[in-house]
């Protein structure tokens, strides 16, 4: 079983920028990837960014491209999405997922999720 925490959610204003981290409890990967997505209320649950763990071959959405980068620390077990040029659109709770899936895309492949984390930012 992995436990994905998630942190760094809140507060921000139109243009500003925030990191959000996203701790794994398991110490090995394989073949895994770490995908983030957001909820806005009302809306279905969408793609933001997926790392490959092992080689960090990255993918984004094309509304965060150049504004978001997704990193990923092994020695921490830890993810990253750092977040710049915010925007209210860009408003929801972002959540991280983990698993080996093959589209990275698709959040119906992950098994593990974290709890989801608040992003706000006021124009």
């Known amino acids: 079983q992995v436990q994905l925490v998630e942190s760094g959610g809140g507060l921000v204003q139109d243009g500003g920028s925030l990191r959000l981290s996203c701790a794994a409890s398991?110490?090995?990967?394989?073949?895994?990837?770490m995908g983030w997505f957001r909820q806005a209320p009302g809306k279905e649950r969408e793609f933001v960014a997926a790392i490959n763990w092992n080689g960090g071959g990255t993918d984004y959405a094309d509304s965060v491209k150049g504004r978001f980068t997704i990193s990923r620390d092994n020695t921490k077990n830890t993810g990253y999405l750092q977040m710049n040029s915010l925007k209210p659109e860009d408003t929801a709770v972002y959540y991280c997922?983990?698993?080996?899936?093959?589209?990275?895309?698709?959040?119906?492949?992950?098994?593990?999720w974290g709890q989801g984390t608040q992003v706000t930012v006021s124009s």
């Open positions: 997922a983990l698993d080996s899936v093959k589209n990275p895309r698709r959040a119906t492949e992950y098994k593990f």
């Open positions: 398991a110490r090995r990967f394989t073949n895994t990837i």
